[in-house]
T-cell receptor, first 113, second 114 residues
Framework: DAKTTQPPSMDCAEGRAANLPCNHSTISGNEYVYWYRQIHSQGPQYIIHGLKNNETNEMASLIITEDRKSSTLILPHATLRDTAVYYC??????????????FGQGTTLQVKP | DGGITQSPKYLFRKEGQNVTLSCEQNLNHDAMYWYRQDPGQGLRLIYYSQIVNDFQKGDIAEGYSVSREKKESFPLTVTSAQKNPTAFYLCASLNPGFGANVLTFGAGSRLTVL
């Protein structure tokens, strides 16, 4: 699975959009981009995933560049409860060989009042 | 409700003692994973299992052991050979090839060595 690079930390004002970038320049054609977040001392929680089209769900939007080498997770109206560590990982879709699933250090998002 | 149960949530251990962390899932997932997290750090993969009776070392397997005798269970033993075992341990599972292919995590077990 491709390696990802994220900034270690970001701040965002409450009520504003939080845009979290992820670089995955070595992504291959069958690899999806997945985002998870981890609130302090809890298990990570799935947020969203995508292949090449932009995706939106009730939690967030995912924008993937046309060359697929980077993506941005958007929390449209950040709240204090969105303060967490956000992880971007890439992996293949319907693989019978799950193999390693590697998480990097993620981005610590601090939402401020 | 389906999910992953990790126990105990908090555990204290004296140096030189082995300790086993439990991970049980009722999601019928084939693959299971153990991660370690240190304060302010990301998740590091200890061991993973893609199917019953099979498992592979992750990036930091030294001082740990696992078993996968049942699909639902993937216990992790932290042995006395693990030089710095104080950490937050997370178990996860995945059903490859179907659905959203999403990792489901447990709530974690926090181990402190006294």
């Amino acid at each position: 699975d491709a390696k990802t690079t994220q900034p270690p930390s970001m701040d965002c004002a409450e009520g504003r959009a939080a845009n979290l970038p992820c670089n995955h320049s070595t992504i291959s054609g069958n690899e999806y981009v997945y985002w998870y977040r981890q609130i302090h001392s809890q298990g990570p929680q799935y947020i969203i995933h995508g292949l090449k089209n932009n995706e939106t769900n009730e939690m967030a939007s995912l924008i993937i560049t046309e060359d697929r080498k980077s993506s941005t997770l958007i929390l449209p109206h950040a709240t204090l409860r969105d303060t967490a560590v956000y992880y971007c990982i890439v992996r293949s879709w319907a693989s019978s060989n799950t193999g390693k699933l590697i998480f990097g250090q993620g981005t610590t998002l601090q939402v401020k009042p | 409700d389906g999910g992953i149960t990790q126990s105990p949530k908090y555990l204290f251990r004296k140096e030189g003692q082995n300790v086993t962390l439990s991970c049980e899932q009722n999601l019928n997932h084939d693959a299971m994973y153990w991660y370690r997290q240190d304060p302010g750090q990301g998740l590091r993969l200890i061991y993973y299992s893609q199917i019953v009776n099979d498992f592979q070392k992750g990036d930091i397997a030294e001082g740990y052991s696992v078993s996968r005798e049942k699909k639902e269970s993937f216990p992790l033993t932290v042995t006395s050979a693990q030089k710095n075992p104080t950490a937050f341990y997370l178990c996860a599972s995945l059903n490859p090839g179907f659905g959203a292919n999403v990792l489901t995590f447990g709530a974690g077990s926090r181990l402190t060595v006294l």
